[in-house]
């Protein structure tokens, strides 16, 4: 036994031996999605391939069986198997061969979770087992630990009329789950009416599943899909009716999802993946900052900036600046302190807690070694813009959710390490440059690594959320970005200066000076 054996397993490690169905909605297509989308690490082998789609199947070749039993014994020679689901078995020879093999597992000592979906009849109408098969199901059905019938297959396995009621449905399956020592799981999808119940039936009694019907004609391979499911679930969870909750749940989501996938015209295939909606998706940082391109540019652009970089900006309107900053950068630290308090992880509580005391630490001694006036650095007033960007950033630890938050923040960190980066090649030797201990802070690759620190947690945070949470996070990023641009533009004494400073400051403290008065 290699030590992989004996470690425990990271993931489930579940087999399909079904059938195939190449435009991927039903067969081994979708129990791998349905494996994927339960954490577990997928395998297959084919017993029949079919030539199909979402109107029907056109054709049907079932390989040896020699092939069959040479997939099988490649797989259990090598691999310990934790779930098995058995779909289409096409034949009684098929049959027989995967009996043989769980027998022949069994006798190896191994007892994967067996499921076992019955499958006779596509939900196109076309028949995908031999009627001589049926009894050889039966003898399948004695191996598994769940058996997964819908009403015509569960009709056929008790070898009654199809149940016209669901008590009637219940009944024949507590008879067969009876005859047979295995529990079942009888489906409701062939019932009309706006429900869709499924109910396990077992030696602990009958669990219920209720669901809406959802109205839709994408219901090709939900058979397939939820028994792939209930395998993948099963090894880790307490037992059926947990796994089959959970299981049920996914597949109600899964197939009022479906329609959004446009594959094919007829019977559409299920979304296997619709609970994971940024899989796939580029990262949110990229998407915003896309977003924010002209806001960047005009940043660049600024009188402002441009001076700042080379030097020529009046050393008035830089301390202008630099007065709102640490007024700024306050409550800034209070901000932070909050995303720490709501971070998902120590990770990113670790982050949000050093920034926030980074902020109070080494940010502001460049405030206090360049702002040689007491009140400028420990008080004054906060100009209409220098507000407005700190109510916002409050209001989004107020009222939002941590992804917002972190959202909001991100661009203190990622525009100026963006700013800072370019006026610093630009001014290349710092020396003797009247702000170069400013550029040097911002230029700094180790304030770029936070900066990009900072943004693999937004994006992991984004990853967690919905697409109206994920517009909220790119509507705080957008905003906090106009913010910035306004912040730096707002202490240019000349032309190109935001002028909604004089209308709106804050109201003047006692004794206080206003700063653009000064
Ligand atoms: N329109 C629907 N809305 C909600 N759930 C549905 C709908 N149709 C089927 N289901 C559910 O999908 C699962 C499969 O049910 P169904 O009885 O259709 O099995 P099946 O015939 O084996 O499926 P397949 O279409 O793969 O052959 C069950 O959980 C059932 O309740
Ligand atoms: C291969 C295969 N298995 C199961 C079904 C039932 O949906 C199907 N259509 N095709």
């Given at each position: 036994m290699s030590p992989a054996d004996v470690a425990r397993p990271r993931r489930v490690r579940a087999l399909s031996i079904a059938g195939t169905d190449p435009t991927g909605g039903a067969g081994i297509a979708a129990d791998l999605k349905s494996f994927a989308a339960h954490g577990a690490y997928g395998m297959a082998a084919v017993t029949a391939v079919v030539a199909q789609n979402t109107h029907g199947v056109r054709a049907v070749h079932v390989p040896d069986v020699e092939l069959l039993d040479a997939q099988l014994d490649a797989v259990s020679d090598d691999v310990v198997v934790d779930a098995v689901k058995i779909g289409m078995t096409a034949t009684a020879q098929v049959a027989q061969h995967v009996a043989a093999w769980l027998d022949r597992e069994r006798a190896r000592g191994r007892t994967p979770v067996v499921v076992l979906?019955?499958?006779?009849?596509?939900?196109?109408?076309?028949?995908?087992?031999?009627?001589?098969a049926e009894s050889r199901v039966r003898a399948l059905a004695v191996r598994a630990d769940l058996v997964t019938p819908n009403l015509p297959e569960l009709a056929v396995l008790v070898d009654?009329?199809?149940?016209?009621t669901w008590p009637m449905a219940l009944d024949q399956a507590r008879r067969f789950a009876d005859r047979c020592g295995t529990a079942v799981l009888v489906k409701?999808?062939?019932?009309?009416?706006?429900a869709s119940p499924d109910a396990l039936v077992g030696a602990a009694g009958v669990v219920e599943f209720a669901a809406d019907r959802v109205a839709?004609?994408?219901?090709?391979?939900t058979g397939c899909s939820l028994s792939a499911a209930l395998a993948a679930l099963r090894p880790v969870r307490a037992d059926w009716p947990t796994a089959a909750r959970e299981a049920k749940a996914w597949l109600t989501g899964a197939i009022a999802a479906?329609?959004?996938?446009?594959?094919?015209?007829?019977a559409g295939p299920v979304?296997?993946?619709?609970?994971?909606?940024?899989?796939?998706?580029?990262p949110f940082t990229d998407e915003v900052w896309d977003e924010v391109a002209a806001i960047r540019s005009a940043c660049d652009a600024l009188p402002f900036v441009r001076a700042l970089g080379d030097g020529t900006l009046p050393l008035t309107a830089f301390e202008d600046y630099l007065h709102q900053d640490a007024l700024y950068l306050a409550d800034y630290a209070r901000v932070l302190a909050h995303a720490s308090q709501a971070a998902p992880s120590p990770t990113a509580q670790g982050f949000f807690a050093r920034g926030a005391a980074a902020c109070l630490d080494v940010e502001q001694r460049l405030h206090e070694a360049r702002l040689a006036r007491a009140d400028r650095r420990t008080g004054g007033v906060r100009s209409a813009v220098t507000r407005a960007y700190v109510d916002h950033l409050l209001a989004t630890a107020a009222r939002g959710s941590y992804a917002e938050v972190v959202a909001a923040v991100l661009p203190c960190y990622w525009l100026y390490a963006d700013v800072g980066m370019r006026l610093l090649a630009r001014a290349?030797?710092?020396?003797?440059?009247?702000?170069g201990d400013w550029i040097a802070l911002y230029g700094d690759p180790e304030f770029a690594a936070r900066a990009a620190q900072a943004r693999a947690l937004v994006d992991d945070a984004a990853r967690g959320v919905d697409e109206t949470q994920r517009r909220l996070m790119a509507e705080a990023f957008v905003r906090s970005c106009e913010h910035e641009l306004a912040f730096f533009a707002q202490?240019?004494?000349?032309?190109?200066?935001?002028?909604e400073r004089a209308a709106g400051d804050e109201a003047v403290a006692p004794g206080r000076v206003p700063v653009a008065a000064t």
């Open positions: 979906d019955p499958v006779m009849v596509a939900s196109s109408g076309d028949r995908l087992l031999s009627r001589d009654e009329p199809v149940a016209a409701g999808g062939h019932l009309t009416g706006p839709t004609t994408s219901t090709h391979g479906g329609d959004a996938l446009l594959v094919g015209s007829g979304d296997h993946l619709h609970h994971l909606p940024a899989l796939g998706r580029r290349g030797d710092l020396a003797g440059h009247p702000y202490s240019w004494p000349g032309p190109g200066r935001h002028d």
